[in-house]
């Protein structure tokens, strides 16, 4: 009996010791809503906004400026809604996974981070009202497990505008809905829309030899807003979200120049040198920047697809296989100005 005893005496020991400890042993293997998983870097995204993020000053300062305030109030109003806009290959989904790097621990594969793409999970042949429900049900659900829930919709422009302004009400001005706070949630629309004013400012200023940092949203916003408003093919100009003022910040990616090129390629070499796949090299990366489409034609000022399809056009160049000409998959606002 005795060693019985000792034995039953240390497994209560045991459980008193480590059960109250469960919760929290739990929250360190799996993904909890707490701050040990969800918490805010803010130096961590100013260095990587510096230092990772190439020619979008504008972009860098409404970003790190907006999350600062959010995340810093206990007690915001509303959800953050951030909305970027510009051509393909800027950085819009670039710096969303810096923005999402620098909150979750997990990153993009946090189950508090959700990402929708409208030709993906809302094909223009679903039927939309099962659509709307879906959505509001996943909305729902996510921000009753978390507040700190993080909603990317990626192709904004192109998804049905009933759908869109089935998620107006999340993105107000209200305590609660049913019984649930949406307010810590943020929301970030990914879009080409206005993408004209974007690159006829950016040009402008190319044009008249001013350095493009100098350009401030007061030199976009007005320009920026009429284009997306008249977009009659966009979801969002027809959708309400934008005149019910749910947005509350515009960011705009300006297109990229030859300079900015030659730093996506660069640091792309470094990531492969950090794998062990050779070095830097930045006569490579020049070499290979060259073989980019720019325009317009006459004064090739900006990168016809951004930074996108820079691995593939490496592995060509390095495989001494350059592909000239190759199509960029979508260059329609480059197209008009041409
Ligand atoms: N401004 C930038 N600074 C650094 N890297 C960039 C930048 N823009 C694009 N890139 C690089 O190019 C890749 C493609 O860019 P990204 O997916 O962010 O483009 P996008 O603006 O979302 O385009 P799309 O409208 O076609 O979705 C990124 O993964 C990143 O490596």
Not at 50 to 66: D, M, V, Y
Not at 314 to 334: C, F, M, Q, V, W
Request: glycine share 6%; proline share 5%; charged share 25%.
């Amino acid at each position: 009996i005795e060693p019985i005893s000792i034995a039953v005496g240390m497994a209560a020991g045991f459980l008193n010791r480590y059960l109250p400890n469960y919760e929290s042993i739990l929250s360190y293997f799996y993904e909890r809503c707490q701050p040990e998983w969800i918490s805010f870097n803010q130096t961590g995204l100013k260095t990587d906004l510096e230092n990772r993020l190439f020619g979008q000053h504008l972009a860098s300062r409404i970003i790190l400026k907006s999350l600062n305030d959010f995340m810093s109030n206990d007690n915001p109003k509303k959800p953050l809604v951030l909305s970027l806009h510009g051509s393909a290959g800027t950085g819009k989904n670039f710096v969303t996974k810096l923005i999402v790097e620098n909150i979750y621990k997990e990153g993009m594969k946090s189950k508090n981070v959700h990402f929708f793409n409208s030709f993906l999970h809302f094909p223009h042949h679903s039927p939309i009202s099962a659509c709307k429900t879906q959505l509001q049900q996943w909305i729902k659900s996510s921000v009753s497990n978390c507040e700190r829930s993080m909603f990317i919709f990626d192709e904004m422009d192109k998804m049905h505008p009933g759908l869109i302004d089935s998620i107006k009400p999340y993105l107000d001005y209200y305590d609660e809905l049913d019984g649930v706070s949406y307010r810590k949630s943020i929301f970030i629309f990914l879009s080409n829309d206005g993408e004209k004013s974007i690159i006829e400012t950016a040009l402008d200023f190319w044009r008249a030899g001013r350095n493009r940092e100098e350009i401030d949203l007061t030199d976009l916003e007005e320009s920026l807003s009429f284009s997306i408003f008249n977009n009659e093919n966009s979801g969002f100009f027809h959708s309400s979200l934008i005149k019910d003022n749910l947005v509350d910040f515009f960011v705009p990616l300006f297109p990229l120049e030859y300079s900015h090129v030659v730093q996506c390629i660069m640091a792309e070499m470094k990531i492969r040198a950090s794998k062990g796949e050779g070095l830097p090299d930045l006569d490579v990366a020049n070499k290979v920047a060259k073989e980019w489409r720019y325009f317009p034609k006459t004064e090739r000022a900006f990168s016809s697809t951004g930074c996108k399809t820079i691995e593939s056009k490496l592995d060509y160049y390095t495989s001494n296989k350059i592909p000239r000409h190759r199509p960029p998959r979508r260059a329609e606002g480059s197209a008009k100005l041409q």
